[in-house]
């Protein structure tokens, strides 16, 4: 009897348990599709959030006012994920609808709805980087039309909203753009290492101006306190805080100059190129000297900072990123360095005289010169015979040089010489080489004075590779010659590469082997030469200006003071003038007004191994009141008369219509 008692009991219960199942799974039904409204509002509050909001960004204006980098406003869609959790299907219709009315996929929608970070998010940029208790932007810069069409039927798009944003305007001409810089948003280390002042999702300056100056460009964020619920829907604003806008940042720029500056240059490179040169990159500069400001600074290859606006391309990023010593990003003026070649003797000159040269007396300029156990040949010009050393500025005569530098080094010490009895590199020390000028931008360079300890630092550097091609040799080069050639020069190096050598101090006196500049080094030096000695720092901004219109003025640049001897400026500021009417440029500057406008500089011509010649001229005016200084140089330009001079003529009929 117990066996049918039993199973009647387990009846019983299981049918006791299918009442309650049926109960649980319809109260849950009821909790899903009609209460969910009412659970939202009375689901426990998990915290307090705060919401940042970016402040309008300041603009970069020239020394006239004119914007370089200026403010538009953008027209952008944002989705409220609040209002979509609260809608019957999750906000799967709007979601449908919106990509239609917006002409996307519905799926990049959906993407950019999941938090970057969060589990099974999308990956960036597709997710949203932003702040996950504001609206999520799903679409910037939105046609006018589409965004009034999203207005007027807002009963279809709950959630949806059209906003306006401060963003940077793409110029029909971007100019300047290495000294500028872009944006680009914020990451993880700029957010961690802020101290609060940058936040998640905002944007920050990435190089030239925008980078420098970021702090006062980018302004006060706004803030608001917002109550979430636990779902991390805002479901309160409790407290908000108005953004305070960036100011303004003023530059010593001149956008006509600018402007007429990178036309000149680009000129310059086609009509090179024109000539079969490689023409692969190209700097110029000019600089107020009365309070050492940059008036224009161009760069080339050049980019356009708008392909940073949305988000930039994986194939463009490479193209922009992929070589460093390429790079459209790299500012040449100042983040580049070359062989000033004889745009240096303006340094070598001044240190023949501290060694005893008489400048008076006249020189021998020959074919060549035998020093120590190498001929050393003059190539820049020929041989004149007996000159004066104003002459030998003119014809740029090498040989005059080579044999200063001779003496020189035995003054030195010879092979245990020391730097700081080497007149020639104290010369080019006291004129700022091989050290940064302290522009106002970030990047800049120092340069290389080669002197007896960058020598013995860089052996020790490279030894081991160099003692290995020593004895391996260069299997890999086809030409046997040129394999045999490297493979002398390795043992060289090897055995005496610690060594300062005569041949090092005379490729020094000519601005060649391992001596390196900048374009704006070479100004500040020539910058020198122009007012006998006495030169400012270089710098880009001049003031900033909050909203409100106060002046900040940024200090001008610091005075520096180079020892020049009278006879030095007596002979040198003349003989770069020659170097204009008759000398290495006359050709260039056929024709140009030197009796209106006199011009004194001087040609370059760098020997750059495995690569075409680069062309150099840095030149200042009017030579008789000197106020600019004009630097050019163009990479593989070949030489500094036949390419950079004819540039540098152009910008200086620039400054002379500007002066009118």
């Avoid at 449908?96 to 799926?107: F, K, M, Q, S, V």
């Avoid at 200006?545 to 007596?570: C, M």
Wanted: hydrophobic residues 40%.
């Amino acid at each position: 009897m117990r066996g049918p008692h039993l199973h009647g009991r387990l009846l019983a219960i299981f049918a006791v348990f299918a009442v309650l199942l049926t109960t649980l799974v319809g109260r849950l039904g009821q909790l899903q599709l009609t209460d969910r409204a009412e659970l939202a509002a009375s689901a426990p509050v998990s915290s307090t959030k705060t919401v940042y909001r970016p402040a309008p960004r300041g603009r970069i204006l020239d020394r006239h006012g004119t914007p370089l980098a200026d403010n538009a406003v953008r027209v952008d869609v944002t989705l409220d994920r609040a209002a979509l959790a609260d809608l019957d299907d999750g906000g799967e219709g709007v979601i449908r609808r919106l990509a239609a009315a917006l002409g996307t996929e519905r799926t990049s929608l959906r993407d950019r709805m999941t938090l970057c970070g969060a589990p099974g998010a999308a990956p960036p940029p597709r997710c949203w980087a932003g702040s996950p208790y504001e609206p999520v932007t799903v679409a910037e810069g939105v046609d006018a039309e589409v965004a009034l069409g999203l207005g007027e039927r807002a009963e279809r798009f709950p959630g949806v909203a059209v906003t306006t944003t401060a963003v940077r305007r793409d110029r029909d001409r971007p100019l300047a753009p290495q000294v500028l810089g872009y944006l680009t948003r914020a990451g993880e280390e700029d957010v961690q290492t802020s101290d609060g002042e940058i936040q998640a999702g905002a944007v920050v300056g990435r190089a030239g101006l925008e980078q420098q100056y970021d702090e006062q460009l980018r302004g006060t964020a706004g803030r608001a306190e917002v109550r979430v619920d636990a779902r991390g829907i805002v479901i309160k604003t409790l407290s908000s805080q108005e953004a305070v806008p960036g100011e303004d940042v003023v530059t010593t720029l001149d956008a006509d100059l600018q402007r007429a500056t990178e036309d000149v240059l680009a000129g310059a490179v086609t009509d090179a190129r024109a000539r079969g040169l490689a023409a692969d990159e190209a700097a110029a500069v000019v600089l107020d000297l009365r309070d050492g400001g940059v008036l224009a600074s161009a760069s080339l290859p050049t980019y356009d900072p708008s392909v940073w606006t949305g988000g930039i391309s994986q194939a463009e990023y490479r193209r922009l990123t992929a070589e460093p010593e390429s790079s459209p990003l790299t500012d040449r003026v100042v983040a580049a360095s070359y062989p000033p070649a004889s745009t240096f003797k303006v340094v070598s000159l001044p240190a023949a005289a501290r060694s005893g040269v008489d400048l008076d007396e006249p020189v021998r300029c020959s074919s060549s010169v035998r020093i120590g156990d190498r001929t050393f040949r003059n190539f820049e010009s020929r041989a004149y015979g007996t000159i004066s050393w104003r002459k030998a500025i003119e014809v740029s005569c090498d040989t005059v040089f080579y044999e200063a530098a001779a003496s020189i080094w035995d003054e030195a010490g010879g092979l245990s010489g020391d730097d700081a009895d080497d007149v020639l590199v104290r010369s080019a020390r006291a004129f700022g080489l091989g050290e940064r000028t302290g522009i106002d931008l970030p990047g800049e360079v120092s340069g290389r004075v080669p002197d007896r300890g960058w020598k013995q630092a860089y052996w020790e550097e490279t030894k081991d590779e160099t003692c290995r091609r020593a004895r391996e040799g260069y299997p890999e080069v086809s030409s046997r010659a040129r394999a045999d050639y490297l493979k002398e020069v390795a043992e060289e190096s090897c055995e005496r590469g610690h060594q300062f050598r005569p041949g090092d101090e005379v490729n020094l006196s000519i601005g060649q082997g391992d001596m390196l500049a900048t374009p704006v080094q070479m100004a500040q030096v020539y910058g020198a030469i122009a007012t006998g000695g006495e030169v400012r720092a270089p710098r880009i901004v001049s003031e900033t200006r909050s909203p409100e219109g106060e002046r900040t003025p940024i200090a001008s640049g610091e005075r520096t003071r180079v020892d020049l001897d009278e006879a030095v400026v007596d002979t040198l500021r003349p003989a770069l003038e020659d170097v204009v009417r008759q000398g290495t440029a006359a050709g260039a500057f056929a024709g140009f007004d030197t009796d209106r406008w006199p011009v004194a500089g001087k040609t370059g011509t760098a020997e750059v191994f495995g690569e075409e010649d680069t062309a150099w001229f840095v030149s200042y005016a009017p030579a008789d009141e000197p106020r600019y200084v004009v630097a050019v140089v163009i990479g593989e330009g070949g030489t500094g008369g036949g390419s950079a001079a004819g540039a540098a003529r152009e910008i200086h009929e620039e400054l002379r219509r500007l002066e009118d």
